[in-house]
């Protein structure tokens, strides 16, 4: 059957044809409605005539694959596609505003601007990562902002499903993408490791914030290839204001070996969250790029340890989880504070990569004024922080993987629950109070934070006083799912 020729007013598959919006590379974008939709649409449709680059039908195909099993509000909604037979297309939400790209103008941006949108981006990462996606082209055009705030991705032509075929793999010996933006692995063929989209993201952060390509505009692939062994100049040698703690987070970002950067999205949205409890290494204050010993070692040595691509996204990112324990600093806790050191511990064991974010939560007053200094004149806030550091240290965690944070709030568990969603927590271990007049009036803390967590919730309790797998609570209400403390999940 011939090909139906795209122009307006013309009708596919019940979707009616509107305005041409873009012509890119590989597809063209067109406005198209249909009656039983209310939401904008868009139509692409791949470029098939003759002398038209192959990879842009193979893209497609990838796109075609992928958009359709994606869901949040990082990724436009699919609402229908069709095949080449007829008509090749994929109908998405057409997602209001510009891209990412249309702020280059206004380079570089204000440091803590750039912080934020590096930390959507990041959000939106760990989302597409989650559901087994690397997406292999972020850069400024794929970028755009939905009008709450969170930053949505676009194009998956190019990108890579842990369960579907790889067909630009398969089909094509080079490597397809932007090229300031590609990961150092991409050009030995490696297409299944997540990090990979961290390296593009922190080429986005160095340019937003100094105004230039650490790597340039070069588009050879010889030119390409250099970035194997050559790290770029840090940001600090461009910028003598540049803070430290953002030039770790970006050349940590840049690392030629992916094992050396974030082990996920997530733990990059965290330290963007948390500039102040960012770990400085020496990489914040070099101003210098790597001696040239180190370079010639990486470049004669390039084929000497081939790198080891990822089987499983999924594993990789259960790996690296952040876990978040919810202390209570009050008197009488320091059972329950042992038994959940133990239970952390068990955790961290199973997750070399895991990340360790310790919190309390001061508690407001609803009318009476607050006061920041307790009887002895010490301040509240301070003395948390360093209880929770105290409480953290026989862990003996590397530079990087522990944080505290005293969160002041008038409701601990709604505070507690905010930390794990904006943070990106996988995994609470809270503990279980004991009876008390207040808990049977107005509820525990762990049952609500179990009971609305977005993530793997373990309520523990004072092995000597009640086992972990007690179903009962202490106020006489069995626990509907008792399990083991370190079983995830253990609703409260």
């Given at each position: 059957?011939?090909?139906?020729?795209?122009?307006?007013?013309?009708?596919?598959?019940?979707?009616?044809?509107?305005?041409?919006?873009?012509?890119?590379?590989?597809?063209?974008?067109?406005?198209?409605?249909?009656?039983?939709?209310?939401?904008?649409?868009?139509?692409?449709?791949?470029?098939?005539?003759?002398?038209?680059?192959?990879?842009?039908?193979?893209?497609?195909?990838?796109?075609?694959?992928?958009?359709?099993?994606?869901?949040?509000?990082?990724?436009?909604?699919?609402f229908g596609s069709g095949d080449f037979e007829r008509q090749a297309y994929v109908v998405m939400e057409r997602i209001p505003g510009q891209t990412l790209y249309k702020r280059l103008g206004e380079l570089p941006l204000p440091y803590d601007e750039v912080r934020v949108i590096g930390?959507?981006?990041?959000?939106?990462?760990?989302?597409?990562?989650?559901?087994?996606?690397?997406?292999?082209?972020?850069?400024?055009?794929?970028?755009?902002?939905?009008?709450?705030?969170?930053?949505?991705?676009?194009?998956?032509?190019?990108?890579?499903?842990?369960?579907?075929?790889?067909?630009?793999?398969?089909?094509?010996?080079?490597?397809?993408?932007?090229?300031?933006?590609?990961?150092?692995?991409?050009?030995?063929?490696?297409?299944?490791?997540?990090?990979?989209?961290?390296?593009?993201?922190?080429?986005?952060?160095?340019?937003?914030?100094?105004?230039?390509?650490?790597?340039?505009?070069?588009?050879?692939?010889?030119?390409?290839?250099?970035?194997?062994?050559?790290?770029?100049?840090?940001?600090?040698?461009?910028?003598?204001?540049?803070?430290?703690?953002?030039?770790?987070?970006?050349?940590?970002?840049?690392?030629?070996?992916?094992?050396?950067?974030?082990?996920?999205?997530?733990?990059?949205?965290?330290?963007?969250?948390?500039?102040?409890?960012?770990?400085?290494?020496?990489?914040?204050?070099?101003?210098?790029?790597?001696?040239?010993?180190?370079?010639?070692?990486?470049?004669?040595n390039l084929g000497a340890v081939p790198p080891q691509p990822k089987s499983n996204v999924a594993a990789q990112l259960a790996s690296s989880p952040i876990v978040a324990v919810a202390l209570d600093l009050g008197e009488g806790t320091e059972a329950l504070n042992q038994t959940i050191?133990?239970?952390?511990?068990?955790?961290?064991?199973?997750?070399?990569?895991?990340?360790?974010?310790?919190?309390?939560?001061?508690?407001?007053?609803?009318?009476?004024?607050?006061?920041?200094?307790?009887?002895?004149?010490?301040?509240?806030?301070?003395?948390?922080?360093?209880?929770?550091?105290?409480?953290?240290?026989?862990?003996?965690?590397?530079?990087?993987?522990?944080?505290?944070?005293?969160?002041?709030?008038?409701?601990?568990?709604?505070?507690?629950?905010?930390?794990?969603?904006?943070?990106?927590?996988?995994?609470?271990?809270?503990?279980?109070?004991?009876?008390?007049?207040?808990?049977?009036?107005?509820?525990?803390?762990?049952?609500?934070?179990?009971?609305?967590?977005?993530?793997?919730?373990?309520?523990?309790?004072?092995?000597?006083?009640?086992?972990?797998?007690?179903?009962?609570?202490?106020?006489?209400?069995?626990?509907?799912?008792?399990?083991?403390?370190?079983?995830?999940?253990?609703?409260?």
């Amino acid at each position: 059957m011939a090909a139906l020729t795209m122009q307006p007013g013309a009708e596919i598959d019940g979707f009616t044809i509107g305005e041409r919006v873009h012509r890119g590379g590989m597809a063209t974008l067109w406005s198209v409605t249909h009656p039983g939709i209310t939401v904008p649409l868009l139509m692409k449709v791949p470029l098939t005539s003759e002398g038209e680059d192959p990879a842009a039908i193979v893209s497609f195909e990838m796109e075609q694959m992928i958009l359709p099993r994606l869901s949040g509000p990082h990724v436009p909604a699919c609402f229908g596609s069709g095949d080449f037979e007829r008509q090749a297309y994929v109908v998405m939400e057409r997602i209001p505003g510009q891209t990412l790209y249309k702020r280059l103008g206004e380079l570089p941006l204000p440091y803590d601007e750039v912080r934020v949108i590096g930390g959507k981006i990041a959000t939106a990462l760990a989302s597409l990562h989650r559901q087994n996606v690397i997406h292999h082209d972020i850069k400024p055009s794929s970028i755009m902002f939905r009008e709450r705030g969170e930053a949505a991705l676009i194009d998956f032509g190019l990108s890579h499903h842990q369960h579907l075929p790889d067909l630009l793999q398969e089909e094509f010996r080079l490597p397809y993408g932007t090229a300031p933006y590609m990961a150092p692995e991409r050009l030995l063929g490696v297409r299944d490791d997540p990090r990979s989209d961290l390296f593009s993201l922190g080429v986005l952060l160095y340019f937003f914030t100094t105004g230039v390509r650490p790597f340039g505009e070069t588009e050879t692939l010889r030119g390409m290839r250099r970035r194997l062994w050559r790290d770029p100049y840090p940001p600090r040698r461009l910028r003598s204001d540049y803070p430290p703690w953002l030039q770790e987070i970006v050349l940590r970002c840049l690392e030629i070996d992916p094992a050396a950067r974030y082990p996920t999205a997530a733990q990059l949205a965290f330290d963007l969250a948390h500039p102040e409890q960012v770990k400085l290494t020496a990489r914040a204050q070099r101003l210098n790029r790597d001696p040239l010993g180190m370079v010639w070692r990486r470049r004669f040595n390039l084929g000497a340890v081939p790198p080891q691509p990822k089987s499983n996204v999924a594993a990789q990112l259960a790996s690296s989880p952040i876990v978040a324990v919810a202390l209570d600093l009050g008197e009488g806790t320091e059972a329950l504070n042992q038994t959940i050191r133990v239970t952390a511990e068990q955790v961290l064991s199973t997750s070399p990569s895991a990340r360790l974010a310790c919190v309390n939560v001061l508690r407001l007053n609803r009318l009476a004024i607050d006061r920041t200094h307790d009887e002895q004149g010490q301040n509240k806030h301070v003395d948390r922080l360093v209880a929770l550091q105290h409480w953290a240290r026989p862990f003996r965690l590397e530079e990087g993987r522990l944080t505290v944070h005293v969160l002041e709030a008038i409701d601990p568990a709604a505070a507690i629950l905010e930390f794990a969603a904006v943070n990106l927590v996988d995994h609470i271990i809270i503990g279980a109070r004991q009876n008390s007049v207040r808990r049977a009036l107005l509820g525990s803390v762990s049952a609500k934070v179990a009971g609305e967590a977005p993530c793997t919730v373990t309520v523990v309790r004072p092995s000597r006083l009640t086992p972990a797998t007690d179903a009962d609570d202490g106020d006489g209400a069995a626990d509907p799912a008792a399990s083991a403390a370190v079983t995830p999940p253990t609703l409260f």
